[in-house]
Protein backbone atom coordinates (compact mmCIF):
# COMPACT_ATOMS: atom_id res chain seq x y z
CA UNK A 1 0.00 0.00 0.00
CA UNK A 2 1.32 3.39 -0.85
CA UNK A 3 1.95 6.57 1.66
CA UNK A 4 -0.65 8.07 0.52
CA UNK A 5 -3.12 5.49 1.00
CA UNK A 6 -2.28 4.92 4.50
CA UNK A 7 -2.28 8.36 5.55
CA UNK A 8 -5.63 8.30 4.00
CA UNK A 9 -7.34 5.15 4.78
CA UNK A 10 -10.84 6.25 3.09
CA UNK A 11 -9.59 6.37 -0.52
CA UNK A 12 -8.54 3.40 -2.17
CA UNK A 13 -4.94 3.34 -3.74
CA UNK A 14 -4.25 5.98 -6.33
CA UNK A 15 -8.08 7.62 -5.35
CA UNK A 16 -7.07 10.23 -3.46
CA UNK A 17 -4.67 12.01 -6.27
CA UNK A 18 -7.58 11.71 -8.59
CA UNK A 19 -10.32 13.79 -6.17
CA UNK A 20 -7.71 15.98 -5.77
CA UNK A 21 -7.67 16.58 -9.39
CA UNK A 22 -11.24 16.93 -9.78
CA UNK A 23 -11.61 19.22 -6.68
CA UNK A 24 -14.55 20.89 -4.36
CA UNK A 25 -16.78 21.63 -7.74
CA UNK A 26 -17.53 17.82 -8.30
CA UNK A 27 -18.26 17.04 -4.47
CA UNK A 28 -14.41 15.42 -3.81
CA UNK A 29 -14.01 16.26 0.29
CA UNK A 30 -11.29 19.09 0.88
CA UNK A 31 -7.88 17.35 2.31
CA UNK A 32 -5.42 20.12 3.19
CA UNK A 33 -5.21 21.23 6.38
CA UNK A 34 -2.60 23.75 8.05
CA UNK A 35 -3.39 21.96 12.04
CA UNK A 36 -5.96 19.82 13.81
CA UNK A 37 -8.75 18.99 11.15
CA UNK A 38 -11.93 20.83 12.20
CA UNK A 39 -13.24 17.84 12.85
CA UNK A 40 -10.75 16.96 15.66
CA UNK A 41 -11.20 20.83 17.02
CA UNK A 42 -15.05 20.25 17.15
CA UNK A 43 -15.57 17.10 18.59
CA UNK A 44 -12.20 17.53 20.91
CA UNK A 45 -10.60 14.07 19.91
CA UNK A 46 -7.46 14.60 21.52
CA UNK A 47 -8.40 15.60 24.15
CA UNK A 48 -10.87 12.72 24.53
CA UNK A 49 -8.45 10.09 23.47
CA UNK A 50 -5.95 11.61 26.24
CA UNK A 51 -8.67 10.84 29.29
CA UNK A 52 -8.76 7.40 29.03
CA UNK A 53 -5.10 6.45 31.03
CA UNK A 54 -5.35 2.89 32.88
CA UNK A 55 -3.35 2.65 35.55
CA UNK A 56 -2.32 -1.03 35.03
CA UNK A 57 -1.48 -3.64 31.95
CA UNK A 58 -4.77 -5.24 32.36
CA UNK A 59 -6.12 -5.00 29.07
CA UNK A 60 -10.01 -5.20 30.36
CA UNK A 61 -9.59 -1.86 32.84
CA UNK A 62 -9.08 0.25 29.11
CA UNK A 63 -13.21 -1.41 28.62
CA UNK A 64 -13.62 -0.33 32.51
CA UNK A 65 -13.01 3.10 31.88
CA UNK A 66 -14.12 4.08 28.62
CA UNK A 67 -17.51 2.40 29.44
CA UNK A 68 -17.19 4.62 32.72
CA UNK A 69 -16.17 7.72 30.53
CA UNK A 70 -19.59 6.73 27.89
CA UNK A 71 -21.75 6.85 30.69
CA UNK A 72 -20.76 10.06 32.29
CA UNK A 73 -20.90 11.76 28.95
CA UNK A 74 -25.02 9.97 28.72
CA UNK A 75 -25.68 11.02 32.20
CA UNK A 76 -25.57 14.52 31.52
CA UNK A 77 -27.45 14.18 28.76
CA UNK A 78 -30.38 12.49 29.67
CA UNK A 79 -30.11 15.53 32.81
CA UNK A 80 -30.13 17.99 30.38
CA UNK A 81 -33.10 16.27 28.83
CA UNK A 82 -35.21 15.86 31.76
CA UNK A 83 -34.85 19.05 32.79
CA UNK A 84 -36.25 20.66 29.64
CA UNK A 85 -38.95 18.34 30.12
CA UNK A 86 -39.57 19.32 34.03
CA UNK A 87 -39.62 23.36 32.80
CA UNK A 88 -41.67 22.57 30.03
CA UNK A 89 -44.11 21.03 32.83
CA UNK A 90 -43.95 24.05 34.99
CA UNK A 91 -45.03 26.29 31.88
CA UNK A 92 -47.96 24.00 31.14
CA UNK A 93 -45.74 23.17 27.97
CA UNK A 94 -46.95 19.77 27.91
CA UNK A 95 -46.03 18.85 24.41
CA UNK A 96 -42.98 19.93 24.94
CA UNK A 97 -42.27 18.27 27.92
CA UNK A 98 -43.20 15.22 25.70
CA UNK A 99 -40.69 15.25 23.06
CA UNK A 100 -37.63 16.12 25.85
CA UNK A 101 -39.26 13.10 27.43
CA UNK A 102 -38.77 10.93 24.29
CA UNK A 103 -35.16 11.99 23.66
CA UNK A 104 -34.33 11.09 26.79
CA UNK A 105 -35.59 7.48 26.37
CA UNK A 106 -33.46 7.35 22.83
CA UNK A 107 -30.58 8.45 25.49
CA UNK A 108 -31.63 5.90 28.65
CA UNK A 109 -31.65 3.30 25.87
CA UNK A 110 -27.94 3.66 25.05
CA UNK A 111 -26.67 4.38 28.34
CA UNK A 112 -28.58 1.08 29.54
CA UNK A 113 -26.46 -0.63 26.24
CA UNK A 114 -23.43 0.11 27.80
CA UNK A 115 -23.20 -2.17 30.22
CA UNK A 116 -22.90 -4.66 27.47
CA UNK A 117 -19.17 -3.50 26.64
CA UNK A 118 -18.31 -4.82 30.17
CA UNK A 119 -20.57 -8.13 29.87
CA UNK A 120 -17.50 -10.73 29.28
CA UNK A 121 -15.14 -9.19 32.13
CA UNK A 122 -14.58 -11.83 34.31
CA UNK A 123 -13.88 -12.07 38.29
CA UNK A 124 -9.81 -12.34 37.38
CA UNK A 125 -9.77 -9.97 34.84
CA UNK A 126 -11.38 -6.78 37.32
CA UNK A 127 -9.19 -7.73 40.47
CA UNK A 128 -6.14 -7.12 38.26
CA UNK A 129 -6.85 -3.54 37.94
CA UNK A 130 -9.23 -3.03 41.14
CA UNK A 131 -6.70 -1.93 43.33
CA UNK A 132 -5.30 0.94 41.29
CA UNK A 133 -8.93 2.95 41.37
CA UNK A 134 -8.64 2.59 45.50
CA UNK A 135 -11.93 4.74 46.89
CA UNK A 136 -12.93 5.43 43.70
CA UNK A 137 -16.70 4.56 43.02
CA UNK A 138 -19.56 5.20 41.12
CA UNK A 139 -21.41 5.95 44.22
CA UNK A 140 -19.36 9.46 43.77
CA UNK A 141 -20.69 10.26 40.70
CA UNK A 142 -22.20 14.04 40.86
CA UNK A 143 -23.31 13.60 37.82
CA UNK A 144 -25.52 10.19 38.25
CA UNK A 145 -26.27 11.87 41.61
CA UNK A 146 -27.68 15.10 39.59
CA UNK A 147 -30.30 12.47 37.77
CA UNK A 148 -31.57 10.62 41.38
CA UNK A 149 -32.19 14.14 42.84
CA UNK A 150 -34.46 14.80 39.56
CA UNK A 151 -36.07 11.59 39.81
CA UNK A 152 -36.83 12.95 43.48
CA UNK A 153 -34.49 10.54 45.59
CA UNK A 154 -33.01 13.67 47.45
CA UNK A 155 -30.53 13.30 49.91
CA UNK A 156 -28.50 16.35 51.36
CA UNK A 157 -25.85 14.36 52.39
CA UNK A 158 -25.08 13.22 49.12
CA UNK A 159 -23.48 16.37 48.30
CA UNK A 160 -20.88 16.34 50.86
CA UNK A 161 -18.53 14.47 48.83
CA UNK A 162 -18.71 17.59 46.28
CA UNK A 163 -17.82 20.04 49.18
CA UNK A 164 -14.48 20.45 47.88
CA UNK A 165 -15.86 21.22 44.26
CA UNK A 166 -17.82 24.25 44.67
CA UNK A 167 -19.50 24.66 41.66
CA UNK A 168 -20.53 21.14 41.60
CA UNK A 169 -21.72 21.54 45.11
CA UNK A 170 -23.69 24.62 44.22
CA UNK A 171 -25.24 22.60 41.26
CA UNK A 172 -26.82 20.24 43.33
CA UNK A 173 -27.81 21.62 46.17
CA UNK A 174 -30.10 23.41 43.17
CA UNK A 175 -31.17 20.52 41.90
CA UNK A 176 -32.01 19.34 45.81
CA UNK A 177 -34.32 22.73 46.40
CA UNK A 178 -36.47 22.25 43.45
CA UNK A 179 -38.78 20.39 42.06
CA UNK A 180 -37.64 17.01 40.10
CA UNK A 181 -39.56 15.66 37.22
CA UNK A 182 -42.15 14.28 38.84
CA UNK A 183 -43.02 16.94 41.12
CA UNK A 184 -43.27 19.25 38.21
CA UNK A 185 -45.77 16.68 36.87
CA UNK A 186 -47.55 16.56 39.84
CA UNK A 187 -48.01 20.01 40.04
CA UNK A 188 -49.52 20.26 36.32
CA UNK A 189 -51.83 18.01 37.57
CA UNK A 190 -52.96 19.82 40.14
CA UNK A 191 -52.73 23.67 37.85
CA UNK A 192 -55.70 21.00 35.41
CA UNK A 193 -57.57 20.25 38.55
CA UNK A 194 -57.17 16.91 39.28
CA UNK A 195 -57.42 15.83 43.18
CA UNK A 196 -53.40 16.07 43.80
CA UNK A 197 -52.90 16.19 47.66
CA UNK A 198 -51.66 19.36 48.50
CA UNK A 199 -48.20 18.24 50.03
CA UNK A 200 -47.14 16.68 46.57
CA UNK A 201 -47.72 20.07 44.86
CA UNK A 202 -46.14 22.31 47.67
CA UNK A 203 -43.52 20.62 50.14
CA UNK A 204 -39.78 20.81 51.04
CA UNK A 205 -38.28 20.09 48.02
CA UNK A 206 -34.88 18.60 49.81
CA UNK A 207 -36.63 15.77 50.97
CA UNK A 208 -37.23 12.55 49.00
CA UNK A 209 -40.53 12.00 47.47
CA UNK A 210 -42.75 9.81 49.59
CA UNK A 211 -45.86 7.68 48.17
CA UNK A 212 -49.24 8.97 48.73
CA UNK A 213 -52.57 7.33 48.04
CA UNK A 214 -53.89 10.53 46.95
CA UNK A 215 -51.94 10.81 44.08
CA UNK A 216 -52.87 7.28 42.81
CA UNK A 217 -56.07 8.77 42.71
CA UNK A 218 -55.31 11.70 40.18
CA UNK A 219 -53.27 9.29 38.04
CA UNK A 220 -56.22 7.19 38.01
CA UNK A 221 -58.67 9.57 36.56
CA UNK A 222 -56.39 10.43 33.97
CA UNK A 223 -56.26 6.83 33.00
CA UNK A 224 -59.82 6.95 32.78
CA UNK A 225 -60.03 9.16 29.85
CA UNK A 226 -58.62 6.99 26.95
CA UNK A 227 -58.84 9.22 24.07
CA UNK A 228 -55.95 9.71 22.03
CA UNK A 229 -55.70 13.21 22.11
CA UNK A 230 -55.55 13.03 26.45
CA UNK A 231 -51.99 14.66 26.73
CA UNK A 232 -52.01 14.26 30.39
CA UNK A 233 -52.87 10.47 29.81
CA UNK A 234 -49.45 10.54 27.26
CA UNK A 235 -47.68 12.02 29.49
CA UNK A 236 -48.34 9.44 32.21
CA UNK A 237 -46.99 7.07 29.88
CA UNK A 238 -43.64 9.15 28.53
CA UNK A 239 -42.67 8.79 32.73
CA UNK A 240 -43.44 5.56 32.51
CA UNK A 241 -40.79 4.84 30.16
CA UNK A 242 -38.54 6.80 31.57
CA UNK A 243 -39.59 5.21 34.99
CA UNK A 244 -38.94 1.76 33.64
CA UNK A 245 -35.63 2.40 31.98
CA UNK A 246 -33.86 4.10 35.07
CA UNK A 247 -34.59 0.57 36.55
CA UNK A 248 -33.42 -1.54 33.38
CA UNK A 249 -29.73 0.46 34.17
CA UNK A 250 -30.27 -0.18 37.83
CA UNK A 251 -30.28 -4.04 37.05
CA UNK A 252 -27.69 -4.21 34.48
CA UNK A 253 -25.51 -2.08 37.38
CA UNK A 254 -26.42 -4.48 39.65
CA UNK A 255 -25.54 -7.94 37.61
CA UNK A 256 -22.55 -6.71 35.93
CA UNK A 257 -21.16 -5.68 39.68
CA UNK A 258 -22.88 -9.24 40.96
CA UNK A 259 -21.08 -11.14 37.64
CA UNK A 260 -17.51 -9.64 38.52
CA UNK A 261 -17.18 -9.45 42.22
CA UNK A 262 -20.03 -10.68 43.89
CA UNK A 263 -20.72 -9.96 47.36
CA UNK A 264 -17.55 -8.42 48.14
CA UNK A 265 -17.67 -4.85 49.52
CA UNK A 266 -17.96 -1.75 47.08
CA UNK A 267 -14.80 0.32 46.57
CA UNK A 268 -16.52 3.65 48.07
CA UNK A 269 -17.03 1.88 51.23
CA UNK A 270 -20.76 0.76 50.46
CA UNK A 271 -21.89 -2.83 51.39
CA UNK A 272 -21.78 -2.94 47.29
CA UNK A 273 -23.83 -5.61 46.35
CA UNK A 274 -27.14 -5.26 48.80
CA UNK A 275 -26.96 -1.53 48.14
CA UNK A 276 -27.20 -2.19 44.41
CA UNK A 277 -30.08 -4.15 45.24
CA UNK A 278 -32.48 -2.23 47.29
CA UNK A 279 -31.97 0.86 45.03
CA UNK A 280 -32.95 -1.62 42.27
CA UNK A 281 -36.07 -1.99 43.52
CA UNK A 282 -37.38 1.01 44.22
CA UNK A 283 -40.18 2.07 41.73
CA UNK A 284 -39.61 5.38 40.02
CA UNK A 285 -42.83 7.29 40.09
CA UNK A 286 -44.32 4.89 42.34
CA UNK A 287 -47.75 5.34 42.30
CA UNK A 288 -47.63 5.20 38.03
CA UNK A 289 -46.93 1.47 39.10
CA UNK A 290 -49.04 1.11 41.85
CA UNK A 291 -52.26 2.17 39.86
CA UNK A 292 -51.51 -0.83 37.58
CA UNK A 293 -53.21 -2.84 40.39
CA UNK A 294 -56.29 -1.19 40.48
CA UNK A 295 -56.93 -0.79 36.24
Given at each position: ?256 VKRTMGGKPGSGGSNGLTWLARNAEKDVFPELWRLRDTL
Amino acid sequence: MSTTAQQCPYFPQGEETEAREQGEEEGAPSLDFERATPYVDYVGVDTLLDLKRPRTDEPAESAFILTTQVMELLFTLVAEHWEAARDALEADDVPGALAWLRRSRNAQDVLTGSWDLLADMTPRQFNRFRDAFGEASGFQSYTYRHLEFLLGNKSGPMVRPHKGMPRVAERLDSVLEHPGLYDAALRLLARRGLPVPGGAVERDWTQPYEEDPGVVEAWARVYADERDDNELLLLAEALMDVAERVTRWRHRHLMAVKRTMGGKPGSGGSNGLTWLARNAEKDVFPELWRLRDTL
